[in-house]
């Protein structure tokens, strides 16, 4: 399929082997990237503060037996999905995105995109 594809597709222009990809990235996605990797850290922090040091302290410091400190994980976790869920329904139209619409359709192919050369 993927031969198929690539002899109906024109012939592109092939990168200059001098050309250094990786600093034309950075020189034109700087902060772009930046927000990337700040937004993972953030998110990877927030999930071992809540699942590993946050029942960790409440066990020790704060005296509360190890199912009930083990419970902020899963309210956290309820909480994430609810906020979602609510930013979801404010900013946006309830149900899945508009490109995976689709395929939700009961007995529906989804088309290819215009001019791909498939039937």
């Known amino acids: ?17 001098g050309h250094a990809v990786l600093a034309e990235l950075l020189a034109r996605h700087r902060a772009k990237l ?14 071992y503060v809540n699942i590993f040091f946050m029942p960790t302290y409440l066990i020790r410091m704060v005296g509360l037996p ?9 309210v956290a976790g309820a909480t994430m999905l609810a906020v979602a869920s609510a930013g979801r329904a404010s900013f946006g139209s309830p149900g899945p995105a508009p490109s995976l619409r689709r395929l939700d359709r009961a007995g529906e192919r989804p088309s290819p995109p215009a001019g791909c050369g498939l039937p």
Do not use: K, N, V, W
Not at 1 to 17: K, V, Y
């Open 1 to 17: 399929m993927g031969l198929h594809l690539r002899r109906l597709l024109p012939e592109t222009a092939r990168p200059d082997p």
């Open 34 to 47: 930046l927000i990337g990797a700040l937004t993972i850290m953030g998110g990877t922090a927030s999930t």
């Open 66 to 74: 190890p199912q009930t400190a083990f419970l902020t994980g899963c």
